[in-house]
T-cell receptor, first 116, second 112 residues
Framework: GAVVSQHPSRVICKSGTSVKIECRSL??????MFWYRQFPKQSLMLMAT?????????EQGVEKDKFLINHASLTLSTLTVTSAHPEDSSFYIC????????????FGEGSWLTVV | QKEVEQNSGPLSVPEGAIASLNCTYS??????FFWYRQYSGKSPELIMS????GDKEDGRFTAQLNKASQYVSLLIRDSQPSDSATYLC????????????FGSGTRLQVQP
């Protein structure tokens, strides 16, 4: 079964509203999680690094005030898309690595966001 | 800019043939490389990881790494229609950070 769970798997929201996506490690702790975005027919692009207990670090071109990341515990990171617009519609995927297992990367099932 | 390059395909092979997927990367310091399979609308699933020069075999899959040429490949033997998917090559370009740089993916079509 999945070791990294994302919720919701699909969400539709109205333009201008905010939506929160959760990424949860089910049986391990992760001080760092990563958020990726994938537009149709394109590859995964790293958006940001979620750090437990500290601020997230964002990749170039990703607006930190639009994509709020909170990593309040060792098993949960949340991505909030604020004031969503249709161009934010995408597949959002998180990943996590168990502490002490540097060669293991688990991906969540992904969350489809559609902004109408 | 650190990049991973793949031919987008589609690569079409007949059932039972060997499919060969290729990838190059720009950062010579990269240490870890991964091949993922992604079905449409789904999250990528790991097929192979490779860290050392040479070949690594797992069932029908063989990954090959040549750090001098900055080249990674994946061979799929006895290809099956269920192997039809997009194959993503990824590199850990900030060693130890565990954030991956992905290629654009190669779409593989296995014809029955």
């Amino acid at each position: 079964g999945a070791v990294v769970s994302q919720h919701p798997s699909r969400v539709i929201c109205k333009s201008g509203t905010s939506v929160k996506i959760e990424c949860r490690s089910l049986d391990f702790q992760a001080t760092t999680m990563f958020w990726y975005r994938q537009f149709p027919k394109q590859s995964l692009m790293l958006m940001a690094t979620s750090n437990e207990g500290s601020k997230a670090t964002y990749e170039q071109g990703v607006e930190k005030d639009k994509f709020l990341i909170n990593h309040a515990s060792l098993t949960l990171s949340t991505l909030t898309v604020t004031s969503a617009h249709p161009e934010d519609s995408s597949f959002y995927i998180c990943s996590a690595t168990p502490q002490g297992k540097v060669h293991t990367i688990y991906f969540g099932e992904g969350s489809w966001l559609t902004v109408v | 800019q650190k990049e991973v390059e793949q031919n987008s395909g589609p690569l079409s092979v007949p059932e039972g043939a060997i499919a060969s997927l290729n990838c190059t990367y720009s950062d010579r310091g990269s240490q870890s490389f991964f091949w993922y399979r992604q079905y449409s609308g789904k999250s990528p699933e790991l097929i192979m990881s490779i860290y050392s020069n040479g070949d690594k075999e797992d069932g029908r899959f063989t990954a090959q790494l040549n750090k001098a040429s900055q080249y990674v490949s994946l061979l799929i033997r006895d290809s099956q229609p269920s192997d039809s998917a997009t194959y993503l090559c990824a590199a850990d370009m900030d060693t130890g950070r565990r954030a991956l740089t992905f290629g654009s993916g190669t779409r593989l079509q296995v014809q029955p």
